[in-house]
């Protein structure tokens, strides 16, 4: 079993930075494939960017592409998601997700998760 837990979310204005963490624990982490998605109000949960177990593999998705960075501190069970020239519509809720069996781009291909935290940016 993987425990997956937050942070780093808050309220930043348009135009700023936020580094968000995940720390994992209850079983081997490095070999896990990390995701972050976000959900807005009223919306799906959507795919943000995903890292390989090391850390040589990334993708983002077209919204974020260019403005953030996933990578992961294995050493730490830590895998972080930098990102920079917020808009209004990255506000929502960010949710770490960890899959064993190389992750993917859906909700679907991931079998831990976080309980998320939120990011709001002003306008």
């Known amino acids: 079993q993987v425990q997956l837990v937050e942070s780093g979310g808050g309220l930043v204005q348009a135009g700023g930075s936020l580094r968000l963490s995940c720390a994992a624990s209850?079983?081997?982490?490095?070999?896990?494939?990390m995701g972050w998605f976000r959900q807005a109000p009223g919306k799906e949960r959507e795919f943000v960017a995903l890292v390989s177990w090391s850390g040589r593999n990334t993708y983002y998705a077209d919204s974020v592409k260019g403005r953030s960075t996933i990578s992961r501190d294995n050493a730490k069970n830590t895998v972080y998601l930098q990102m920079n020239s917020l808009k209004p519509e990255d506000t929502a809720v960010y949710y770490c997700?960890?899959?064993?069996?190389?992750?993917?781009?859906?909700?679907?291909?991931?079998?831990?998760w976080g309980q998320g935290t939120q990011v709001t940016v002003s306008s």
């Open positions: 997700a960890a899959d064993q069996r190389g992750g993917g781009y859906e909700t679907r291909d991931y079998n831990y």
């Open positions: 209850g079983r081997t982490f490095s070999s896990y494939t």
